[in-house]
């Protein structure tokens, strides 16, 4: 298993940006799928997007044209770069790995004003 650490959260009008990071404490070149979710205040976690080892993704509806992941497997990091943020975007984001294990990391808060 890798233990996980999100940084780069924080506070931010809406219309801005932020780029979220995820580093791992071993090697992520085989994990299988390294995802990002959110949970907002009184709502169950939900998926926003995830990154295959060879580089496929896919995004949740409400974030698809807005977020990007990406992985860079030789810094053992996983980033998630967050435009055009509204309001409803505010959540304590998640990263997870999956492969013949899953590991969540601690979580960081994103809050967006409108």
């Known amino acids: 298993q890798v233990q996980l650490v999100e940084s780069g959260g924080g506070s931010v009008q809406a219309g801005g940006s932020l780029r979220l990071s995820c580093g791992a404490s071993?090697?992520?070149?085989?994990?299988?799928?390294m995802a990002w979710y959110r949970q907002a205040p009184g709502k169950q976690r939900e998926f926003v997007a995830f990154?295959?080892?060879?580089?496929?993704?896919k995004y949740a509806d409400s974030v698809k044209g807005r977020f990007t992941i990406s992985r860079d497997n030789a810094k053992n990091t996983v980033s998630l770069q967050m435009n055009s943020l509204k309001p409803e975007d505010t959540a304590v984001y998640y990263c997870?790995?999956?492969?013949?294990?899953?590991?969540w990391g601690q979580g960081t808060q994103v809050t967006v004003s409108s």
């Open positions: 997870k790995a999956v492969d013949s294990f899953t590991s």
């Open positions: 071993g090697s992520i070149f085989s994990i299988s799928v």
């Open positions: 990154i295959t080892s060879v580089g496929i993704t």
